[in-house]
């Protein structure tokens, strides 16, 4: 397969990718400004996005909308109460619902930003769950959108190695440990077998020139 930089076939297409970029600028300077950790979980995710998926060998409009969906993947936390954000322990069945609320709010936030509306429904699918627990829709499998599956994976990947409220961060093996856990379940098990893969090929790489 032969994969080409994006083609910009109007003027109109230029016009909507400056729209974008300026749309994307701005909320992210919001979030960097109201939540800080936040802002850094979402750009980690979109830096692991890209190395995952450059490593694949993809290039053009897949890798850049991957990337985009990852950089904004919890906008919608800006509407989430701090202290449930940062709750030390478990949540409530009411925290909880305030949480999972996080994935359609960004979904709104972004139809309203010139130039974002394709990534909201993207967004609002990447807590979906491959065996169809997840939500807020229920999608199962090959139905929840490939780059929100991507977007997951890198997700929880990310939010394992780093410190939570609630927990110390996972090593990196036990973060992929986890992940192959939940192929079949949480995630989609193609994504989680190339995942694990391409990372541990990349980990053998920079051991190997030490």
Not at 8 to 19: C, G, H, P, V
Not at 46 to 62: I, K, N, S, T
Not at 115 to 128: D, F, K, N, P, S
């Amino acid at each position: 397969m032969v994969h080409t930089a994006p083609r910009w076939n109007s003027i109109e297409d230029l016009s909507s990718r400056a729209a974008g970029e300026a749309s994307l600028t701005a909320l992210l300077a919001l979030v960097e400004e109201s939540a800080p950790e936040v802002a850094a979980h979402m750009e980690r995710t979109a830096r692991l996005a890209r190395l995952f998926e450059v490593e694949l060998g993809l290039d053009g409009d897949l890798l850049e909308l991957v990337v985009r969906t990852a950089r904004v993947h919890d906008v919608g936390k800006l509407a989430i109460p701090p202290w449930v954000l940062e709750k030390p322990g478990p949540l409530s069945p009411y925290e909880r619902a305030l949480m999972e609320a996080h994935s359609v709010i960004g979904q709104k936030i972004l139809e309203r930003k010139p130039g974002l509306i394709g990534l909201g429904m993207l967004v609002r699918a990447t807590h979906e769950r491959w065996d169809g627990n997840g939500y807020p829709d229920r999608l199962k499998g090959s139905g929840i959108p490939l780059t929100s599956r991507m977007v997951a994976v890198c997700d929880a990947f990310d939010a394992m190695t780093h410190p939570r409220a609630y927990r110390r961060p996972y090593t990196i093996d036990r973060a992929l440990d986890e992940l192959r856990r939940g192929a079949g379940g949480q995630f989609d098990p193609g994504v989680i077998e190339t995942f694990c893969a391409v990372f541990e090929e990349r980990v053998d790489r920079c051991a190997n020139r030490a």
